[in-house]
């Protein structure tokens, strides 16, 4: 089992940033990859950024590349989600999660993320 805690949410202005932290415990060893994903009132929950386990092949929504940066602290065992630029649009619940060998399968409890206009 891996265990996932999300941190850095908050109430913030358009145009400012947030730094989001995932931090993994248990059998990180399963870890393939690490994914931020988000999920506004009323809406599906959408990938934000991915990036593997390594810290290689980061890759990003279309709505959200040049504004975020998704990275990870190998000795910490965190993903990070740098995240400039905002907007109201980007008012959401996000969630880190897990990917082994297959599709994500591990979450966090969720960091409420609000941009006001």
């Known amino acids: 089992q891996v265990q996932l805690v999300e941190s850095g949410g908050g109430l913030v202005q358009a145009g400012g940033s947030l730094r989001l932290s995932c931090v993994a415990s248990?059998?990180?060893?399963?870890?393939?990859?690490m994914g931020w994903f988000r999920q506004a009132p009323g809406k599906e929950r959408e990938f934000v950024a991915a990036i593997t386990w390594s810290g290689r092949s980061p890759s990003y929504a279309d709505s959200v590349k040049g504004r975020f940066t998704i990275s990870r602290d190998n000795v910490k065992n965190t993903v990070y989600l740098q995240m400039n630029s905002l907007k109201p649009e980007d008012t959401a619940v996000y969630y880190c999660?897990?990917?082994?060998?297959?599709?994500?399968?591990?979450w966090g409890q969720g960091t409420q993320v609000t941009v006001s206009s």
């Open positions: 999660g897990r990917r082994g060998f297959g599709d994500y399968d591990s």
């Open positions: 248990g059998r990180t060893n399963s870890i393939r990859a």
